[in-house]
């Protein structure tokens, strides 16, 4: 006979998850709380700016107590369609399912995309609330952190911060000085804003910010599908010596997965792409037209965290690495619960003090590393106070 063998650690609490799941998780009620905090300041990159930091906060409420909750989003021109979408389309549709079947209440949500008279994007950014919530709920009754329960292949993850926004009277220095403070503030890099001016004007930005921190410090570059090939290849060759991590979106949308394979091939600087894509399709065709080494798809703006791990199922064929745009309050357990995954974003605190105030326990940034929550779900403790002072109804 073999050997017996005795209950460890993590076996004993996943005999402790079973009884949990015990517990009626059909789904009773949702609630969904729009949130909206000015900026000090405005915010730009190549053709965008930002003057208020909003989301959404979808709890989902089951028949045994446990409630799932998070936050999702930044959408301020089209937040009131969305909450209009969750709260008129979805939410109708999801009362009465279990938080048991995330996938059952992911295709439950999935209708309202298919609403061609409006922007696809706002259904499946209301698509995206709900998927998360639910998937909290889950991890709540099972007790574990959903990035364990999606394959916990490491339990922090390298950070960086995006910046390098454009301001007026900012000189080269300036920027030198904010990869300096980053640093300082425990970020392990930073994605940096260009694509609004001429390629050597931002070249020479770039440069200057590399100029400020060891090699360790990574640098990325984002212009948000700024420029034409032509210019893209002209400033990438400009920046091929100051080792970067990967140039994002280089070119403009309307002919972008060719562009970006140009860029790919003639530069050799990695390229990254996804945050633009509505769905596992569209980052398929980005893989499959060689346009991309890196995949920041949204779970945000695509529908969910359920779609966001069918895409890195397809990235780990392509040898792509899976990142993620922005929403460290979910990218976190994304990024930690597959090999193949590259740094989480996030912002400064001025840019978003939404996870600053609003995550109660918040881990600090520490030598370019941040710390999964070891909570269950997303493992979030929000602030009620924080809630209450920027609820924008």
Request: glycine share 8%; net charge negative.
């Given at each position: 006979?073999?050997?017996?063998?005795?209950?460890?650690?993590?076996?004993?609490?996943?005999?402790?998850?079973?009884?949990?799941?015990?517990?009626?998780?059909?789904?009773?009620?949702?609630?969904?709380?729009?949130?909206?905090?000015?900026?000090?300041?405005?915010?730009?990159g190549?053709?965008?700016?930002?003057?208020?930091?909003?989301?959404?906060?979808?709890?989902?409420?089951?028949?045994?107590?446990?409630?799932?909750?998070?936050?999702?989003g930044?959408?301020?021109e089209?937040?009131?369609?969305?909450?209009?979408?969750?709260?008129?389309?979805?939410?109708?549709?999801?009362?009465?399912?279990?938080?048991?079947?995330?996938?059952l209440?992911?295709?439950?949500?999935?209708?309202?995309?298919?609403?061609?008279l409006?922007?696809?994007?706002?259904?499946?950014?209301?698509?995206?609330?709900i998927?998360?919530?639910?998937w909290?709920?889950?991890?709540?009754a099972?007790?574990?952190?959903?990035?364990?329960l999606?394959?916990?292949?490491?339990?922090?993850?390298?950070?960086?911060?995006?910046?390098?926004?454009?301001?007026?009277?900012?000189?080269?220095?300036?920027?030198?000085?904010?990869?300096?403070?980053?640093?300082s503030?425990?970020?392990g890099g930073c994605?940096?804003?260009?694509?609004?001016?001429?390629?050597a004007?931002?070249?020479?930005?770039?440069?200057?910010?590399?100029?400020?921190?060891?090699?360790?410090?990574?640098?990325?570059?984002?212009?948000?599908?700024?420029?034409?090939?032509?210019?893209?290849?002209?400033?990438?060759?400009?920046?091929?010596?100051?080792?970067?991590?990967?140039?994002?979106?280089?070119?403009?949308?309307?002919?972008?997965?060719?562009?970006?394979?140009s860029?790919?091939s003639?530069?050799?600087?990695?390229v990254?792409?996804?945050?633009?894509?509505?769905?596992?399709?569209?980052?398929?065709?980005?893989?499959?037209?060689?346009?991309?080494?890196?995949?920041?798809?949204?779970?945000?703006?695509g529908?969910?965290?359920?779609?966001?791990?069918?895409?890195?199922?397809?990235?780990?064929?392509?040898?792509?690495t899976?990142?993620?745009?922005?929403e460290?309050?979910?990218?976190?357990?994304?990024?930690?619960?597959?090999?193949?995954?590259?740094?989480?974003?996030?912002?400064?605190?001025?840019?978003?003090?939404l996870?600053?105030?609003?995550?109660?326990?918040?881990?600090?940034?520490?030598?370019?590393?941040?710390?999964?929550?070891?909570?269950?779900?997303?493992?979030?403790?929000?602030?009620?106070?924080?809630?209450?002072k920027?609820?924008a109804?």
């Amino acid at each position: 006979m073999p050997d017996k063998v005795e209950a460890s650690e993590d076996s004993s609490i996943l005999t402790g998850a079973s009884t949990s799941m015990a517990a009626d998780l059909t789904i009773e009620r949702v609630e969904f709380v729009p949130l909206l905090m000015p900026l000090p300041k405005t915010f730009r990159g190549s053709y965008y700016h930002m003057s208020h930091r909003c989301t959404i906060l979808t709890r989902v409420y089951t028949s045994g107590g446990v409630v799932g909750e998070c936050y999702n989003g930044d959408e301020y021109e089209g937040q009131a369609d969305i909450l209009h979408i969750l709260r008129e389309e979805i939410a109708p549709r999801i009362v009465g399912l279990s938080a048991a079947s995330p996938e059952l209440c992911w295709e439950a949500a999935l209708a309202p995309t298919y609403n061609i008279l409006r922007e696809r994007r706002l259904a499946l950014s209301a698509q995206a609330c709900i998927d998360s919530a639910v998937w909290d709920a889950f991890g709540k009754a099972i007790g574990q952190p959903l990035y364990r329960l999606w394959g916990g292949a490491k339990d922090r993850v390298h950070v960086i911060a995006i910046a390098g926004y454009y301001e007026d009277g900012k000189q080269l220095n300036d920027y030198a000085v904010e990869m300096e403070q980053l640093q300082s503030m425990g970020f392990g890099g930073c994605k940096f804003k260009v694509g609004g001016r001429l390629p050597a004007e931002d070249a020479e930005r770039v440069r200057a910010a590399r100029s400020a921190v060891a090699s360790d410090f990574k640098i990325c570059v984002d212009a948000n599908q700024g420029w034409e090939l032509r210019d893209a290849i002209d400033f990438a060759r400009q920046i091929e010596d100051l080792d970067i991590m990967w140039f994002e979106e280089p070119c403009r949308w309307y002919d972008d997965k060719r562009s970006m394979a140009s860029v790919r091939s003639i530069s050799g600087i990695p390229v990254t792409a996804g945050q633009s894509e509505f769905s596992r399709a569209g980052c398929r065709d980005l893989m499959i037209d060689g346009a991309i080494d890196y995949c920041n798809f949204d779970a945000s703006w695509g529908g969910g965290p359920s779609e966001w791990r069918r895409v890195a199922g397809m990235a780990s064929a392509f040898g792509v690495t899976m990142a993620h745009h922005e929403e460290p309050q979910i990218s976190a357990h994304l990024l930690a619960s597959i090999p193949h995954s590259a740094s989480m974003e996030t912002f400064h605190p001025d840019r978003d003090p939404l996870f600053y105030v609003l995550v109660a326990n918040r881990e600090e940034f520490k030598d370019g590393f941040y710390k999964v929550p070891q909570g269950p779900g997303w493992g979030l403790e929000l602030d009620e106070s924080v809630i209450n002072k920027y609820c924008a109804e």
